[in-house]
């Protein structure tokens, strides 16, 4: 099958198998090989990508559900102001997460600031998809809720130049 679909923001038709999963994708396909792929579909978390903004494990989504979508590594994302905000919320809440899942977290922390999501236990089920236990609970909640600051703030400061 033929997939249209964006990633790291190149604009890419794909032929390959419905079924493949993305983190196959991104590999063979892009040449990315910073994301982890070592679990095969056990769900550690360490291969979340945002597609269309929102964080997902790579291995668990199928070729199919790419079609038409904007898929963005951490390779791409760490380049991006939203990192920034992200970096500013870890320096300010003074945790960070361990190198093998900084990648990782730092998307979903994006896609929970980006939806505005401030409740405890959203924040806390949608970090669960990382198995990795280097971070503190108490200490991810006040990342989110400093990075949904820092954004807001960021877009109120750019609104006002506009």
């Known amino acids: 099958m033929k997939i249209d679909c964006i ?18 994708i991104l590999r063979e396909n892009t040449g990315d090989i910073d994301t982890v792929n070592h679990c095969n579909g056990e769900m550690c978390g360490l291969c979340t990508v945002l597609v269309d903004g929102k964080a997902m494990l790579s291995c668990m989504v199928p070729a199919f ?11 791409t994302f760490r380049r ?3 990192m920034k ?13 361990c190198s093998e899942c900084y990648a990782s977290r730092s998307l979903i922390f994006d ?3 980006e939806e505005g999501i401030t409740d405890p236990e959203d ?8 198995k990795c236990s280097c971070m503190d609970p108490e200490d991810a909640i ?10 807001r703030k960021r ?4 609104s006002q130049f506009s």
Do not use: C, Q
């Open 7 to 24: 990633i790291d923001g190149k604009t890419l038709t794909l032929s390959l198998n419905s079924d493949k999963p993305l983190s196959l």
């Open 123 to 130: 924040i806390l089920k949608e970090l669960s998809i990382v």
């Open 65 to 75: 559900e790419i079609r038409g979508k904007t898929v963005t590594t951490f390779e």
């Open 85 to 97: 905000d992200i970096e500013k919320a870890y320096e300010s809440v003074g945790s960070y997460p």
């Open 155 to 158: 877009n109120v400061r750019r």
């Open 142 to 151: 006040k990342i989110v809720r400093k990075g949904i600051e820092i954004r």
């Open 111 to 113: 896609s929970l600031i």
């Open 80 to 82: 991006s102001r939203n």
